[in-house]
């Protein structure tokens, strides 16, 4: 979590490229649309990792550890209390931009 106003709002957690997929995998397992919610920001409507399941795991470890190495690269966002939406973190603070919710 990082300690902004937006995400103290919100209480995002992180998600990194490695944990989205894992979780889109999993969902592929019991449904077999092309496009999951997992996949796809609720606010802007645009995949949240462009083409996230055609990634070699390869190149999902060089994405992993430069989002380790630098965690505010980390792009991919869920609320603490809403574990089945994932939202582009930019989306996010841009929704909640300039709004008078935290005194």
Not at 38 to 43: G, K, T
Request: aromatic fraction near 6%.
């Amino acid at each position: 979590m990082h300690d902004t106003p937006v995400s103290e709002l919100t209480e995002w957690i992180d998600i990194t490229i490695k944990e989205l997929h894992s979780i889109v995998k999993e969902e592929r397992k019991h449904h077999s649309t092309d496009n999951d919610d997992e996949e796809i920001c609720p606010i802007c409507r645009c995949e949240l990792y462009d083409d996230l399941l055609s990634l070699t795991d390869s190149q999902l470890e060089t994405e992993q550890k430069k989002q380790l190495d630098d965690p505010s690269s980390i792009g991919v966002v869920k609320f603490k209390d809403c574990c089945d939406h994932f939202y582009h973190k930019d989306c996010t603070q841009g929704m909640l931009a300039g709004k008078e919710y935290i005194k």
